[in-house]
């Protein structure tokens, strides 16, 4: 069946499924971060674009860092909230507060 299929896909190639769910969440298969990576064969071909509850700065620091997802770049905010100095540098200037930077840096 068509299920069994699928768990012996996962089951043999459950290192390169883990990295596609966990390391290049977010990511399509096009994408410059995963377009050399071997389990880019898990990611969809197209990915949705921003959504409507997406703000503008979110939507610009998925601009400056597009390597990282959503999701990665939203909880970094939680760990590195800007203030409102940080916002308008951000949308203006294409400028992030250092230590939001540095983090996003680790994760890339």
């Not at 064969?41 to 197209?46: C, D, R």
Request: net charge negative; hydrophobic share 40%.
């Amino acid at each position: 069946s068509v299920r069994e299929q699928i768990a012996n896909l996962a089951r043999d190639d459950k290192t390169l499924l883990f990295q596609a769910l966990t390391v290049l969440e977010g990511h399509k298969r096009s994408d410059p971060v995963a377009s050399s990576d071997p389990a880019k064969q898990y990611l969809p071909l197209v990915c949705p674009p921003l959504s409507e509850s997406t703000t503008a700065l979110l939507a610009k620091l998925h601009e400056l860092n597009p390597s990282l997802s959503i999701e990665s770049l939203e909880t970094l905010l939680e760990a590195h909230p800007f203030n409102a100095y940080a916002v308008k540098r951000a949308l203006e200037h294409n400028a992030q507060p250092l230590d939001f930077d540095y983090a996003a840096e680790r994760l890339k």
